[in-house]
């Protein structure tokens, strides 16, 4: 069976750090593109990050220096370290695979996607 599912989600504080994780199963994630998205409250899903199957990322302008993307094909999973975190980063976040070896990475055209876990800034 097919599936991602996130882990890491929680309340945190402003200013606080999370780290969320994305774990592969059922494929080979070596040839897969990995997206992180978020959708907050009344809000539309954007995309906030992404990595290529050879490393290179792309970083949402609002998440830029707060945020690390990296990946374990090993352990075919997917990283996002978040840091300073902002209340408006709340929402609920999901990883999502695209089969895609060789380009850079999207926010969209994605195969599978994982149920989200939620991620909650407040004081």
């Known amino acids: 069976q097919l599936q991602l599912v996130e882990s890491g989600g929680g309340l945190v504080q402003p200013g606080g750090s999370l780290r969320l994780s994305c774990a592969a199963s059922?494929?080979?994630?070596?040839?897969?593109?990995i997206g992180w998205f978020r959708q907050a409250p009344g809000k539309e899903r954007e995309g906030v990050t992404c990595?290529?199957?050879?490393?290179?990322?792309k970083y949402a302008d609002s998440v830029k220096g707060r945020f690390t993307i990296s990946r374990d094909n090993v352990r075919s999973t997917v990283y996002l370290q978040m840091n300073s975190l902002k209340p408006e980063d709340t929402g609920v976040y999901y990883c999502?695979?695209?089969?895609?070896?060789?380009?850079?990475?999207?926010?969209?055209?994605?195969?599978?996607w994982g149920k989200g876990t939620l991620v909650t800034v407040s004081s």
């Open positions: 059922g494929f080979a994630l070596d040839y897969y593109a």
């Open positions: 999502a695979a695209e089969y895609r070896r060789g380009y850079d990475c999207r926010y969209y055209g994605m195969d599978y």
């Open positions: 990595i290529n199957t050879s490393g290179s990322t």
